[in-house]
């Protein structure tokens, strides 16, 4: 059966320029960046070109990248880089209550170990208030990590505003940027944000490779110990071929901007339509004005969705009920819950997030499953 896939933001398929371009790194330029004979230059040469690629995405220096395992990672590092650091004396840290788990996780240790942490609201759109956040500033406060867009709903922050914040206060700002990375322009100096976590296997490259932009005036400490790689800040020999992978993947982002956002766009309007007309009962999730262009985020009343998820993976259908994280237990999704989704709908949530390699005949044939599914459920 042919597979159609619908869980981009769970993860994506690695590109076929990505793959081809890290292929030569595995049995043929196998050096370590750190030898100093030729077959070693050779990867050094290709981790900085690819350091560079990450760097232009964002506008960044490449010195202000440092690769990581991933996204996890990434922000392991920026909130326990900054609230770990000694010279920092404030304890308090302001994030939101839609972060992924990875912030959120990192956030409750760091309150295990004395932190403080504010979590913010979200109105029914999946975005905080400005007000809010310059009212829970005080003056312990070190670090605001506020995501840019999120993974479930593809709610967009007002990232702009709280970097004018931050600045003004002389607070550090970062912001986990995994879901919006090739899928929204972003510019870090123009933004002012200090720190920004990116994920490969969101954007095509593999799984097992991020990176971390910290800009050059802010100090964080390691959280891994070792060897000196990437200015003592990541310890580890380089994954040469994962951050080649990513490298590539930034470079192709970036071409590819205007195009992707617009088929995406495309592709996801088509489907709210096409829902709307065709289901009675369905509510859309999240902002439609700030939004990720390949979310749609949908709940469709009195549905269970995980009765949902497997009738449409019958039909080889993939896609996902709240988060990839959150779909292995039956605990409602954190942040349906938070944008205040009543209990009757709250069940019946889909997420679908489109990708470069769908179609308008995938999304037909997506709209004519769902439609025939939820009648058959229903009756
Ligand atoms: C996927 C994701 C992560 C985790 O990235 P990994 O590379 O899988 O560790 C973090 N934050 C957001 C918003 C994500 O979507």
């Given at each position: 059966m042919k597979i159609r896939y619908f869980d981009n933001s769970a993860t994506t398929k690695v590109r076929k320029e990505v793959l081809d371009k890290m292929?030569?790194?595995?049995?043929?330029?196998?050096?370590?960046?750190?030898?100093?004979?030729k077959l070693g230059r050779t990867a050094r040469v290709a981790v900085e070109e690819a350091r560079r690629n990450v760097a232009n995405l964002i506008n960044c220096?490449?010195?202000e990248i440092y690769f990581t395992s991933g996204g996890t990672e990434s922000d392991n590092t920026a909130l326990k880089g900054i609230m770990n650091?000694?010279?920092?004396?404030?304890?308090h840290l302001i994030t939101t209550k839609i972060e992924h788990p990875a912030i959120l996780n990192t956030c409750r240790t760091l309150e295990e170990n004395g932190f403080k942490v504010t979590y913010l609201n979200v109105d029914k759109e999946g975005v905080i208030n400005i007000e809010e956040l310059n009212n829970s500033?005080?003056?312990?406060?070190?670090l605001i990590s506020i995501m840019?867009?999120?993974?479930?709903?593809?709610s967009i922050q007002p990232i702009e505003e709280i970097g004018k914040i931050a600045k003004k206060r002389g607070i550090i700002f970062h912001t986990d940027a995994v879901q919006a990375c090739g899928n929204i322009d972003i510019d870090v100096k123009k933004l002012n944000i200090d720190m920004l976590s990116l994920s490969g296997h969101k954007i095509g490259a593999p799984k097992g490779i991020g990176a971390l932009y910290v800009n050059k005036n802010i100090e964080f400490k390691n959280l891994i110990d070792g060897g000196?790689?990437?200015?003592?800040?990541r310890a580890g020999t380089e994954n040469v071929p994962g951050m080649v992978g990513l490298g590539e993947a930034c470079r192709l982002a970036k071409n590819d901007m205007k195009n992707h956002i617009n088929k995406l766009k495309t592709l996801r309007d088509y489907y709210f339509e096409k829902i709307k007309e065709n289901i009675l009962d369905v509510k859309t999730n999240g902002s439609i004005e700030h939004r990720l262009p390949g979310n749609a985020n949908t709940s469709f009343k009195g549905i269970n969705g995980g009765e949902l998820l497997m009738k449409l993976d019958e039909k080889g259908i993939c896609a996902s009920a709240g988060s990839a994280c959150s779909s292995?237990?039956?605990?409602?999704s954190h942040v349906l819950t938070t944008i205040g989704l009543t209990s009757e709908y709250l069940e019946g949530t889909l997420r679908v997030t489109f990708g470069d390699e769908n179609t308008k005949e995938d999304v037909d044939y997506l709209i004519e499953s769902l439609v025939e599914i939820i009648h058959n459920i229903e009756n």
């Amino acid at each position: 059966m042919k597979i159609r896939y619908f869980d981009n933001s769970a993860t994506t398929k690695v590109r076929k320029e990505v793959l081809d371009k890290m292929f030569p790194y595995f049995m043929l330029e196998y050096g370590n960046p750190s030898s100093l004979y030729k077959l070693g230059r050779t990867a050094r040469v290709a981790v900085e070109e690819a350091r560079r690629n990450v760097a232009n995405l964002i506008n960044c220096d490449k010195n202000e990248i440092y690769f990581t395992s991933g996204g996890t990672e990434s922000d392991n590092t920026a909130l326990k880089g900054i609230m770990n650091l000694d010279k920092n004396n404030g304890k308090h840290l302001i994030t939101t209550k839609i972060e992924h788990p990875a912030i959120l996780n990192t956030c409750r240790t760091l309150e295990e170990n004395g932190f403080k942490v504010t979590y913010l609201n979200v109105d029914k759109e999946g975005v905080i208030n400005i007000e809010e956040l310059n009212n829970s500033i005080t003056e312990e406060t070190v670090l605001i990590s506020i995501m840019f867009a999120n993974n479930e709903i593809g709610s967009i922050q007002p990232i702009e505003e709280i970097g004018k914040i931050a600045k003004k206060r002389g607070i550090i700002f970062h912001t986990d940027a995994v879901q919006a990375c090739g899928n929204i322009d972003i510019d870090v100096k123009k933004l002012n944000i200090d720190m920004l976590s990116l994920s490969g296997h969101k954007i095509g490259a593999p799984k097992g490779i991020g990176a971390l932009y910290v800009n050059k005036n802010i100090e964080f400490k390691n959280l891994i110990d070792g060897g000196h790689q990437e200015k003592d800040k990541r310890a580890g020999t380089e994954n040469v071929p994962g951050m080649v992978g990513l490298g590539e993947a930034c470079r192709l982002a970036k071409n590819d901007m205007k195009n992707h956002i617009n088929k995406l766009k495309t592709l996801r309007d088509y489907y709210f339509e096409k829902i709307k007309e065709n289901i009675l009962d369905v509510k859309t999730n999240g902002s439609i004005e700030h939004r990720l262009p390949g979310n749609a985020n949908t709940s469709f009343k009195g549905i269970n969705g995980g009765e949902l998820l497997m009738k449409l993976d019958e039909k080889g259908i993939c896609a996902s009920a709240g988060s990839a994280c959150s779909s292995g237990s039956s605990m409602p999704s954190h942040v349906l819950t938070t944008i205040g989704l009543t209990s009757e709908y709250l069940e019946g949530t889909l997420r679908v997030t489109f990708g470069d390699e769908n179609t308008k005949e995938d999304v037909d044939y997506l709209i004519e499953s769902l439609v025939e599914i939820i009648h058959n459920i229903e009756n």
